[in-house]
């Protein structure tokens, strides 16, 4: 461990550009392993030094073992007390499979010693002192619990990726740790993991914590930088592939970062129709994509053994940027884009577009390339390009939607949610329409200039889902259709439960003509859901009818939770059984705000801001012209598109929110 990161060592190449290079040792069994790892040869003076610090920010590269192994390092030298050592992750895949490494090294079932939580599922228990779970879900804890009495330790990791949950829960655990000691209560310890050097905003915030920099990776990465910039990174990266495979022994696998399921499923085809028409002799390809959407056992592909003399080639989103592990991966093709969300307070519009990644984003992508051996990153920009990147990835506290962070905020108790401690503050008008959005729900009411929640802002709150579905739910058994509304509210909540391959068009279009419904794709995925529950979810339907039955299966788990928390807060479970207008007239009264009017000239607006905006084609009503239709949301790509659409009267979305849409819906009858 140092006090200042190692400098970095350039190596020239004639190819691509520089490099850079450290390498360790790779051992055999587990705990050999645990003991091989860089972050073990500084154990001892860790762990002296976090004994003593209340905050501390410690900084490794990826591949150090800095996220399953300090847990444990702070249990075994009984840092902490008898408290829980709480780890936050961004992502639930995370949480879960390190959850799952942690306790195969400890020789624990998951669950007793380690354990974690997730959204809709908790695998955890009184036993358990060392827990994952997501940020979303600590931050639900401190709506019960704002001192976060359970635990002793709470670290902060991925810190760099700056999600919207984890900068507020930053100003959560920096306030229960002041109040916990001005009540005497036992102390708490806030650790903020990072695998960027960029550092200085978080030893700041948390009054200049001081910084420990952990020493080297476990396997050497040589970058390589392109010498001209690519006006095409798609072409480039085909070329890159093919390059690699032309002179690398096939056990070396290639991952190729990429922005999107298109991109993904495009590329699929054409390296595997080159493949195909390689010279004879020439080493075998097999490629794999990897997204969100796609079906569990289809991603579990990947993680397999490839065949002999076949090399594997990986086509992912930013799904494999970090704790994933892919075995056999030595090089990497980092495009440098990414499909980023960006919210626009003005217009209201939150769009999901193609941009470049940060540096951070980018070292992560180069050390997927040294988990198991030493690797190779080609990047295919130039350094003088990745020099102009941004340090870190814009806070998503910056560029998103505010409206649940408000809520959650105010369900904590916070006294003024304005002048919340955030690390990175967002813009005024953002939190004024977050704050807007809540009062157009009914969530919030002022008063003596203050915000609070009203009653039913504060059920609201007791759902983890976003204001709009959680009022959907709350206002379900007014129309008589709570049944109905938790299956879609459940179908909108989790991954994608269709699986649409492109080089099957046509078969997917057959399957799914019977669900279809002509009053949009919230009815037609409450179709499937039922025909999915008359077959009991049989694996051989759900491949007919291009199904995920994982997600399906999910989507029964997170409709249970929710249901059990309508139970609780005593909304009558009806069914409205065929009459689905009263499960659109309940839609338009929750997401009036997603509201979009037909034109004279064929065009949509959205009703809210007056923008242009278009039906996706993926949507039941691609080739209909309802005159009002809402949207789950917009994606932008060459125009606006509206996804996950439903079929309303106006009459209905004027009922809903009469003072809003009189100044915003033509024709409207007052």
Same mark, same amino acid.
């Given at each position: 461990m140092e006090s200042r990161p190692p400098p970095a060592k350039r190596l020239k190449t004639s190819v691509w550009g520089s490099g850079q290079r450290r390498s360790y040792v790779f051992g055999h069994g587990m705990e050999q392993q645990r003991r091989?790892?860089?972050?073990?040869?500084?154990?001892?003076?860790?762990?002296?030094? /976090?004994?003593?610090?209340?905050?501390?920010?410690?900084?490794?590269e990826t591949g150090s073992g800095k996220t399953t192994q300090i847990p444990q390092f702070l249990y075994e030298a009984c840092i902490g007390g008898y408290g829980v050592i709480g780890i936050t992750q961004p992502r639930r895949v995370a949480a879960?499979?390190?959850?799952?490494? !942690?306790?195969?090294? =400890? =020789?624990?079932?998951?669950?007793?010693?380690?354990?974690?939580?997730?959204?809709? &599922?908790?695998?955890?228990s009184h036993k358990s002192k060392i827990k994952f779970v997501t940020d979303g879900m600590l931050l639900r804890e401190a709506m019960l619990d704002p001192l976060l009495r359970r635990y002793s330790v709470v670290i902060l990791d991925e810190a760099h990726e700056r999600t919207v949950q984890t900068d507020v829960l930053f100003g959560i655990v920096k306030s229960a740790q002041r109040k916990r000691k001005e009540l005497?209560? @036992?102390?708490? =310890? %806030?650790? %903020? @993991?990072?695998?960027?050097?960029?550092?200085?905003?978080?030893?700041?915030?948390?009054?200049?914590a001081p910084v420990l920099y952990l020493e080297g990776r476990q396997h050497s990465i040589q970058i390589f930088y392109t010498k001209e910039p690519q006006t095409d990174y798609l072409h480039a990266s085909l070329v890159s592939i093919f390059q690699i495979h032309q002179e690398a022994p096939s056990s070396h696998n290639v991952l190729v970062f990429l922005t999107g399921q298109e991109e993904i499923e495009a590329m699929s085809r054409t390296c595997r129709q080159i493949a195909k028409n390689l010279p004879q002799g020439s080493c075998q390809m097999t490629v794999y994509p990897l997204y969100a959407s796609l079906p569990h056992l289809q991603q579990l592909r990947v993680f397999q053994p490839g065949q002999k003399d076949c090399r594997k080639v990986i086509l992912s989103t930013n799904i494999a940027e970090t704790s994933v592990t892919i075995p056999g991966i030595k090089y990497v093709v980092d495009t440098g884009m990414v499909k980023a969300k960006r919210y626009n307070p003005e217009s209201g519009l939150e769009v999901l577009a193609v941009q470049q990644v940060s540096k951070a984003q980018a070292w992560q992508r180069a050390g997927r390339a040294g988990r198991q051996r030493s690797g190779i990153c080609y990047r295919l920009y130039t350094e003088e390009e990745f020099e102009k990147f941004l340090n870190m990835t814009v806070p998503e506290m910056q560029?998103?939607?505010?409206?649940? !962070?408000?809520?959650?905020?105010?369900?904590?108790g916070v006294p003024n949610i304005l002048t919340f401690d955030f690390i990175s503050k967002p813009s005024p008008d953002a939190m004024r329409a977050a704050i807007e959005q809540l009062k157009q729900l009914g969530a919030v009411k002022h008063k003596d200039n203050q915000i609070f929640l009203t009653v039913l802002g504060k059920k609201m709150a007791a759902f983890p889902l976003e204001p709009r579905f959680s009022k959907t739910l709350l206002v379900s058994s007014e129309f008589h259709c709570t049944?109905?509304?938790?299956?879609?509210? $459940?179908?909108?909540? %989790?991954?994608?439960?269709?699986?649409?391959?492109?080089?099957?068009?046509? &078969? !997917?279009?057959?399957?799914?003509? =019977?669900?279809?419904? $002509?009053?949009?794709?919230? @009815?037609?995925?409450?179709? @499937?859901?039922?025909?999915?529950?008359? %077959?009991q979810g049989q694996k051989e339907w759900c491949r007919e009818n291009f199904v995920n039955s994982r997600n399906m299966m999910m989507v029964m788990e997170v409709r249970r939770q929710l249901r059990d928390i309508c139970l609780k807060l005593g909304i009558s *479970?009806?069914?409205?059984?065929?009459?689905?207008?009263?499960?659109?007239?309940?839609?338009?009264?929750?997401?009036? /705000?997603?509201?979009?009017?037909?034109? *004279?000239d064929g065009s949509y607006v959205s009703l809210d801001s007056r923008h242009p905006v278009a039906i996706h084609p993926s949507s039941v009503l691609f080739h209909s012209k309802p005159s009002y239709i809402l949207y789950n949301e917009l994606i932008h790509t060459s125009k606006c598109y509206m996804r996950d659409l439903c079929v309303v009267d106006p009459e209905w979305l004027y009922e809903a929110a009469p003072e809003y849409f009189r100044r915003k819906l033509k024709g409207a009858k007052t």
């Open positions: 091989e790892l860089p972050i073990y040869r500084a154990r001892a003076k860790l762990i002296g030094q /976090l004994r003593y610090l209340d905050t501390a920010i410690i900084i490794g879960i499979s390190l959850a799952a490494r !942690v306790a195969e090294e =400890k =020789k624990s079932e998951l669950g007793t010693l380690i354990g974690y939580t997730v959204r809709f &599922e908790d695998v955890s005497n209560k @036992m102390s708490l =310890k %806030v650790i %903020v @993991m990072s695998a960027t050097m960029d550092v200085d905003l978080f030893s700041q915030y948390f009054n200049q560029r998103c939607n505010l409206a649940n !962070v408000m809520l959650q905020l105010l369900a904590i049944e109905e509304i938790l299956t879609i509210v $459940s179908l909108l909540s %989790v991954d994608s439960v269709l699986y649409s391959p492109r080089a099957q068009q046509e &078969e !997917v279009l057959s399957a799914r003509r =019977k669900f279809i419904s $002509s009053e949009g794709d919230h @009815m037609t995925l409450l179709n @499937m859901y039922h025909a999915f529950k008359s %077959v *479970l009806d069914s409205s059984r065929s009459d689905t207008g009263n499960i659109r007239r309940c839609l338009a009264h929750s997401l009036f /705000l997603n509201a979009a009017e037909l034109q *004279l």
